[in-house]
């Protein structure tokens, strides 16, 4: 094989030996995300919830911004902020014993506002802290489910506690065959324990569900490690982690319905 270095007429030339041009296409083909398979036909789609299907960025966006007027900061520092916090969220969810994530939540924001040199009351990190259960879901998603709930059993995996979750699932508006928490599992993603007891909960193993998520870290890093099929639901145009291949890239749920619903694909028993 040979390359023009340059791309100049009669510039140097550098021949390069054709197995180093298989190395390259190897190299290539382990830092993309890959073609998804259906096969087997799973038997239980499962998604994470933040951000995946609700709108957890507008959200926490919105009331960190109005938490910095109030104690006139600049509202550019909002997505710092909340930078700071899942740093913490990751630091505090690790630790054990467990606990709940309502507390990690007012935990990991105080610190979070700290960092940055702002020290809100107690009244404006409960508010932020209780935000999810006001959080709706992305336009696309309410259809995306109810077509994939023809064919499949759903299920939620969550970094969140029951009595936080269930008005977020209620706002949804589709019905979900399981709901798996943090709570129950007492263990947060994307630990071993919290996959391994959900599995348990819905008697199937890792190889009868895809797991459709945003989360890189919390959901994508657990997929590869236990062999799960997953969807990366990319909706904020991030670059992925090529470490936690593999996995297929969709920018959003209607994206990965697509995938999950071809035309003419068997249903799941």
């Avoid at 919830?49 to 600049?74: K, N, P, S």
């Avoid at 924001?109 to 932020?128: N, V």
Wanted: with cysteine; hydrophobic share 40%.
């Amino acid at each position: 094989m040979v390359q023009r270095l340059f791309g100049q007429p009669g510039g140097v030339r550098l021949s390069i030996p054709p197995y180093l041009h298989i190395v390259q296409v190897l190299l290539m083909s382990e830092s993309t995300p890959t073609p998804f398979r259906l096969d087997p036909v799973p038997n239980v789609i499962t998604f994470d919830c933040y951000g995946t299907l609700v709108q957890w960025y507008e959200v926490l966006l919105r009331e960190i911004g109005m938490t910095l007027a109030e104690h006139g900061a600049d509202a550019a520092s909002a997505s710092g902020i909340l930078d700071s916090f899942s740093a913490q969220g990751r630091r505090l969810t690790a630790e054990k014993p467990h606990r709940h994530y309502k507390n990690i939540l007012r935990t990991g924001f105080a610190a979070a506002f700290s960092e940055h040199g702002l020290d809100p009351g107690p009244d404006e990190i409960e508010r932020i802290a209780s935000s999810p259960t006001i959080m709706g879901p992305h336009p696309e998603v309410p259809d995306a489910l109810r077509r994939l709930h023809e064919r499949y059993r759903l299920a939620i995996f969550t970094n969140s506690d029951d009595d936080l979750i269930a008005p977020t699932v209620a706002r949804i508006g589709v019905p979900f065959d399981y709901v798996i928490t943090a709570e129950q599992a007492q263990a947060y993603k994307p630990s071993r324990q919290f996959f391994e007891y959900a599995y348990h909960q819905m008697g199937v193993t890792p190889e009868e569900t895809v797991h459709v998520a945003m989360g890189m870290y919390w959901d994508m890093k657990a997929c590869h490690e236990l062999g799960v099929r997953g969807i990366w639901v990319n909706r904020r145009s991030e670059t992925g982690n090529p470490d936690w291949l593999p996995y297929t890239e969709v920018s959003d749920l209607k994206e990965a319905a697509a995938l999950l619903l071809p035309a003419a694909g068997p249903a799941a028993q």
